[in-house]
C-alpha cells in the first residue's frame, strides 16, 4: 500500500521565479493538505483540497496556489518566491470528514 | 490567529525512563492528534482524540485528551533510542479542517 509521495525531494530557485510541487495521497484517500513547515517550527496549514475544490485555506498569501486532479493527487504552485519562503513543504491526504492526515516526507524548497 | 504551545521544549532522557510532555491552548479544539517527526521526514501519526477527557494508548505511547478541550497530553514509558525526535500536537475541528501545530517537543535519549 504506498503511501503519500511527494516531488521533488529537494528544489533550489531563486527569488522572483515560480515553483510548482507534486503529491500523490495515500491509496483511497481523496482529501489532500498542503503545510509549510518552516526550519524549528511546526507544519503551518495552507490549503485543503477536496473534489477538485479548495476548501479551506490558511493565512497563506494568494502566491500561493493549487490544483487536485480528478485522480486526487495536487500541486502546489507558489509564484514570485521570497528568500521567506524557504521550508520544507509537506502534503497530507486523509478521508473526507476524517481527522487522521497521512503525511508524505516533503519537498525542501530553498529560495536564493 | 490559534496558537499551541508545547511544552518542555527539549527534553534530554536515560534510556528506560518515562517521558511526559503536554499541549496548551487558548482555543477549544474538537480533535487532537499527536505526532512523531524524523530528521528529514513527514510527521507520522501516533495517536488521535476525539473526546473530551478520553485516554488513548498505542503501544508504550498514551496520550489524554484533556476535559477543557484546551490541552492535551503525551506519555512515553519506558524510553529507547528510537523515540528520539520531534513529538508535535495538532488540534483540529471535527471534519479534518483547520489543523494547528505547535511548535514541538525535541526528544533526546541518552543510552
Known amino acids: 500500500d504506498a503511501g503519500v509521495t511527494q516531488s521533488p525531494t529537494h528544489l533550489i530557485k531563486t527569488r522572483g521565479q515560480q515553483v510548482t510541487l507534486r503529491c500523490s495521497p495515500k491509496?483511497?484517500?481523496?482529501?489532500v493538505s498542503w503545510y509549510q513547515q518552516a526550519l524549528g517550527q511546526g507544519p503551518q496549514f495552507i490549503f485543503q483540497?477536496?473534489?477538485?475544490?479548495?476548501?479551506q485555506r490558511g493565512n497563506f498569501p494568494d502566491r500561493f496556489s493549487g490544483h487536485q486532479f480528478p485522480n486526487y493527487s495536487s500541486e502546489l504552485n507558489v509564484n514570485a518566491l521570497l528568500l521567506g519562503d524557504s521550508a520544507l513543504y509537506l502534503c497530507?491526504?486523509?478521508?473526507?470528514?476524517?481527522?487522521?492526515?497521512?503525511f508524505g516526507p516533503g519537498t525542501r524548497l530553498t529560495v536564493l | 490567529g490559534q496558537q499551541l504551545n508545547q511544552s518542555p521544549q527539549s527534553m534530554f532522557i536515560q534510556e528506560g525512563e518515562d517521558v511526559s510532555m503536554n499541549c496548551t491552548s487558548s482555543?477549544?479544539?474538537?480533535?487532537w492528534l499527536w505526532y512523531k517527526q524524523d530528521p528529514g521526514e513527514g510527521p507520522v501519526l501516533l495517536i488521535a482524540?476525539?473526546?473530551?477527557?478520553e485516554l488513548t494508548s498505542n503501544g508504550r505511547l498514551t496520550a489524554q485528551f484533556g476535559i477543557t478541550r484546551k490541552d492535551s497530553f503525551l506519555n512515553i514509558s519506558a524510553s529507547i533510542p528510537s523515540d528520539v525526535g520531534i513529538y508535535f500536537c495538532?488540534?483540529?475541528?471535527?471534519?479534518?479542517?483547520?489543523?494547528?501545530f505547535g511548535p514541538g517537543t525535541r526528544l533526546s535519549v541518552l543510552p
Open positions: 497530507a491526504s486523509s478521508l473526507e470528514l476524517r481527522n487522521e492526515q497521512f
Open positions: 491509496s483511497g484517500h481523496d482529501t
Open positions: 483540497y477536496y473534489e477538485e475544490e479548495e476548501r
Open positions: 482555543s477549544i479544539f474538537n480533535t
Open positions: 482524540l476525539y473526546k473530551a477527557g
Open positions: 495538532a488540534g483540529g475541528d471535527n471534519y479534518g479542517q483547520n489543523f494547528v
